[in-house]
């Protein structure tokens, strides 16, 4: 049986919280002083809302440099008259969530675990946001992730963000080459690019709401052997016993 599971990366396997206040101190040390550092993190949060919504609407690529260059924008558009040598900064930020020193989501990296011990093949999906995924790799590889896992897949790698059809369809072909998948899986935190995405391009999907936004109980099978809403990760051993049980039923 062939078996593929493709995870997101942030907000599923890694917190996106300082992330983003990393993105604001480097851009206010950028500034040196001159923005407030309140008005940087509402302009990155604005311009972050506007991506994702560019994502659902035009399934558009948003380079990071071109978010960058939208805030210098911003900031003359409001009178401010700033540079910003986006070329640096966008170095800057880089190497900075490269470095970052954050925990890995420990109910993910176990659901990976049980995974690949389940004999799945197990990719990394993720789009790009204010940072490329150079530093996504790198920060990965700091983690101790690279080992874990057998592809990883970026929307500037392929020209396609989640929700887009293509990028899943690349990850299964770089998994399996030309072989159909028996079950395949992607796990992810939002709900129209992880969740829904991977439905609509004919695939399971695990959505992980730690927040108890769409569900009360730990584990709710939305469709029966494709679409799961779980609290935590750790139910992913009983995910894998019902999807595979529909598969190959007793």
């Not at 040598?85 to 675990?113: C, H, M, N, P, T």
């Not at 799945?120 to 490329?132: A, E, K």
């Not at 799961?228 to 999807?243: D, G, R, S």
């Amino acid at each position: 049986m062939s078996k593929i599971i493709t995870v997101d990366v942030w907000g599923t396997l890694i917190p996106i919280e300082p992330a983003l206040k990393t993105v604001v101190d480097v851009m206010y040390r950028e500034l040196g002083g001159r923005v407030p550092y309140h008005t940087i993190q509402a302009l990155i949060n604005e311009e972050r809302r506007k991506m994702k919504l560019a994502r659902r609407e035009r399934q558009a690529v948003v380079p990071p440099i071109y978010t960058l260059l939208n805030i210098q924008k911003h900031l003359r558009d409001r009178g401010v008259a700033v540079y910003l040598d986006v070329y640096r900064l966008q170095d800057a930020v880089d190497e900075a969530i490269g470095k970052l020193e954050v925990s890995l989501e420990e109910d993910a990296v176990e659901a990976i675990k049980v995974a690949k011990s389940e004999g799945y093949r197990v990719g990394i999906i993720s789009n790009v946001m204010l940072w490329r995924s150079r530093a996504t790799r790198m920060l990965l590889a700091n983690l101790g992730m690279v080992n874990l896992v057998d592809l990883q897949l970026y929307a500037d790698d392929v020209g396609y963000v989640k929700p887009a059809v293509q990028i899943f369809e690349a990850a299964k072909v770089l998994l399996l080459g030309g072989v159909e998948p028996d079950i395949y899986l992607h796990i992810g935190d939002d709900f129209y690019e992880d969740f829904l995405g991977a439905l609509l391009a004919g695939y399971g999907a695990v959505l992980i709401d730690r927040g108890g936004r769409h569900v009360k109980r730990d584990l709710h099978e939305a469709i029966p052997c494709r679409a799961y809403i779980t609290k935590n990760l750790k139910t992913m051993p009983l995910i894998l016993h019902k999807v595979e049980k529909c598969v190959t039923p007793e």
